[in-house]
């Protein structure tokens, strides 16, 4: 599980040809982080967010960056798209937005971004490979990085000490086998959870499998739902899903809270934000979970996945390198993400960056956690192993949609996992083909 909140997705507008995406497939080299926008004189610039704690350093970049002004508005994450797309049309688009990595790519193949590789290029050194590609779509970058949520384990242990289980799990494998030999003693415990509306799980592990279902290819993307490490990954979901050992209370419930904290599930994959939401939904097992490396596929090449915020710069921005300039800074600078991982800014923001260790330890609820694990050490490897070759493809949005649809029939045993996975290869390929966009199968 990314996430237990809404994924709003945008759909695809118009067909857009293979470089709005792919572009010169660069985004540069660095430079020297200290080089100035060579934009002169004084500009104001819109910036669109719906994170809490935005506009407070909105304010102090603009006390001390008097020659470039941000107007900051408070949008709607749910309707926030809708929004863009229509200014984008009239106009009227602020020169920055808030954006999921997922979207950004959509945005870039309708083009409706605005390309700042070269622009961008200075600030690249700062943040991880995964990180940068979320912002660079086919190798053109259309944004910064705002934050991460690399993918760690909490689970119950106390619980598992219980049923005879000393850790939590390293693999796949353990898990599927620590879960069956749990049910053995108890059959009304589950040891994770997938919501029948949200299919964020399959994307985790066929990320954390090393699968690439985009990956740019010359002058054409290859799509590989089919590819061995998709499979992999697949398989996983299904034998979760054929032991019947996955509860699947929704996400959108508030009552998704109490299937962890009474103990009916007992491990879950999450991230950074999440933390603090746990301290105050789980006031009977406070104080009963750790925080372990999330199960791996192979031991010998440890991945994890991630779900990226980035910072996105719309067409039609007069001054993209002053919006670049603005974006690093809300989400590199010491002053301002010191100030955002703080969980009493309420932004729940973990930053992107490649040294994350100065930001850790104040996100981790220690009356959460019983102390028995390094909760800080687990959070920074997270952070460090997310997999590199991860892609957003043009109509990741578009897809993500298709994928819900079956998805519940999938968790129903309606349908397998393999064979959603089929599907969604031959419709990817069909779809990017209907918008003129050049792809073929992967090996």
């Given amino acids: 599980m990314t996430t237990f909140r809404a994924r709003t997705l945008a759909s ?31 500009v104001k610039l819109q910036f669109w ?29 749910d309707t926030v798209y809708q929004k863009l797309r229509a200014a984008v049309k009239a106009g009227t688009a602020p020169c920055l937005s808030k954006m999921d990595g997922q979207d950004l790519a959509t945005f870039a193949a309708d083009g409706l971004l605005t390309d700042i590789s070269k622009t961008a290029a200075q600030y690249k050194s700062a943040y991880t490979t995964a990180a940068w590609n979320a912002v660079s779509p086919g190798g053109t970058t259309y944004g910064i990085p705002m934050g991460s949520s690399p993918l760690f384990t909490a689970y119950r242990a106390d619980l598992f000490q219980k049923y005879g289980i000393a850790k939590a799990p390293a693999t796949w494998d353990e898990l599927i086998a620590d879960g069956i030999a749990i049910q053995k ?77 009474l103990g009916k599930t007992i491990l879950m994959t999450t991230s950074t934000w999440q933390l603090p939401i746990y301290n105050t939904n789980f006031p009977k097992s406070k104080g009963k979970w750790q925080l372990a490396d999330a199960p791996l596929f192979d031991t010998a090449t440890p991945r994890t996945s991630s779900f990226f915020d980035t910072t996105a710069v719309l067409k039609g921005c007069k001054y993209p390198d002053r919006a670049a300039q603005f974006a690093a800074w809300l989400s590199s600078s010491k002053e301002s993400v010191t100030t955002l991982t703080d969980p009493a800014s309420k932004s729940g923001l973990f930053p992107a960056l490649k040294d994350v260790t100065p930001y850790v330890d104040k ?33 990741y949005a578009d897809m993500f949609a298709e994928m819900q649809k079956d998805w519940g029939k999938v968790i129903k045993k309606q349908m397998t996992v393999k064979d959603m996975l089929t599907h969604l290869q031959s419709w990817t390929l069909s779809d990017l083909k209907s918008k003129g966009i050049n792809a073929s199968a992967a090996n």
């Fill in 49 to 77: 967010s719906w994170t809490e704690g935005i506009e407070a350093q909105v304010k102090t970049w603009n006390k001390t960056h008097p020659d470039t002004q941000v107007e900051f508005s408070q949008e709607a994450g």
């Fill in 363 to 395: 996100i981790i609820p220690t009356e959460m956690f019983n102390g028995k694990s390094d909760s800080a050490q687990i959070i920074t490897t997270a952070a460090s192993r997310v997999g590199d070759q991860w892609q957003y493809g043009p109509d």
């Fill in 185 to 261: 003693k108890n059959k009304n415990i589950k040891i994770f959870n997938m919501a029948g509306e949200d299919p964020s799980t399959l994307v985790d592990l066929s990320w954390q499998a090393g699968a690439s279902w985009y990956k740019v290819d010359g002058d054409q993307w290859k799509i590989g739902f089919t590819t061995p490490e998709a499979l992999k990954a697949g398989d996983v979901v299904q034998q979760l899903i054929d032991h019947n050992l996955a509860s699947n209370a929704s996400y959108a419930d508030p009552g998704v809270f109490k299937t962890w904290d």
């Fill in 12 to 42: 695809s507008a118009a067909a857009a040809s293979l470089c709005l995406v792919l572009a010169a497939c660069s985004g540069g080299g660095d430079t020297s982080t200290g080089a100035q926008p060579s934009t002169k004189g004084k």
